[in-house]
T-cell receptor, first 115, second 112 residues
Framework: GESVGLHLPTLSVQEGDNSIINCAYSNSASDYFIWYKQESGKGPQFIID?????DKRQGQRVTVLLNKTVKHLSLQIAATQPGDSAVYFC??????????????FGKGTKLSVIP | ETGVTQSPTHLIKTRGQQVTLRCSSQSGHNTVSWYQQALGQGPQFIFQYYREEENGRGNFPPRFSGLQFPNYSSELNVNALELDDSALYLCASSRTSGNTIYFGEGSWLTVV
């Protein structure tokens, strides 16, 4: 089946720098994408979402960009802090019919912030 | 805090046994989904419940079953446990529209 994947499995950044985490998706019919942050031993934490009728959305210190032409998502974190260290997943929504909303996750990118 | 609570947080079972995991969804969320996350992997969709009925299922065998109750809380049951069932089991809740899906902290299951 189609899947969502990530370009880089690990990313190390200096504290205070900006981080960019990339994600490729293959299902052109997907119309909703979510970024999650998962700290060790915890459940995924919702960060930001974007629908396919948008190409950019901003939150607090985070920005998600969507390029539907090349089926690419990115998560930008401004002024990265040690608390941002975690595994980041992008996920796409597949509507499997009858109102069922199935998230398809990639394997994740581990972000390590160097103090 | 997401408002999604799961129990138990950790448990150990023996191969062949049965397990029940529980989830209380966020207030106002009538759709509950369950995911399995193996170590080092992304979560995998097991199934979704809406109005007490299963309305979507991933690639998991029938020994994975569930329930949703009138208050939207849910249970995941796994029969005939196998070693490969060892994983973090995550519950997620959302409104019917599927917007803003929130996860609980998960239940760590170890099968020995």
């Amino acid at each position: 089946g189609e899947s969502v994947g990530l370009h880089l499995p690990t990313l190390s950044v200096q504290e205070g720098d900006n981080s960019i985490i990339n994600c490729a998706y293959s299902n052109s019919a997907s119309d909703y994408f979510i970024w999650y942050k998962q700290e060790s031993g915890k459940g995924p934490q919702f960060i930001i979402d974007i629908r396919s009728n948008m190409d950019k959305r901003q939150g607090q210190r985070v920005t998600v960009l969507l390029n539907k032409t090349v089926k690419h998502l990115s998560l930008q974190i401004a002024a990265t802090q040690p608390g941002d260290s975690a595994v980041y997943f992008c996920a796409e929504i597949e509507d499997s019919g009858a109102g069922s909303y199935q998230l398809t996750f990639g394997k994740g990118t581990k972000l390590s912030v160097i103090p | 805090e997401t408002g999604v609570t799961q129990s138990p947080t950790h448990l150990i079972k023996t191969r062949g046994q049965q397990v029940t995991l529980r989830c209380s969804s966020q207030s106002g969320h009538n759709t509950v989904s369950w995911y399995q996350q193996a170590l080092g992997q992304g979560p995998q969709f097991i199934f979704q419940y809406y109005r007490e009925e299963e309305n979507g299922r991933g690639n998991f065998p029938p020994r994975f079953s569930g329930l949703q109750f009138p208050n939207y809380s849910s249970e995941l049951n796994v029969n005939a446990l196998e070693l490969d069932d060892s994983a973090l089991y995550l519950c997620a809740s959302s409104r019917t529209s599927g917007n803003t899906i929130y996860f609980g902290e998960g239940s760590w299951l170890t099968v020995v």
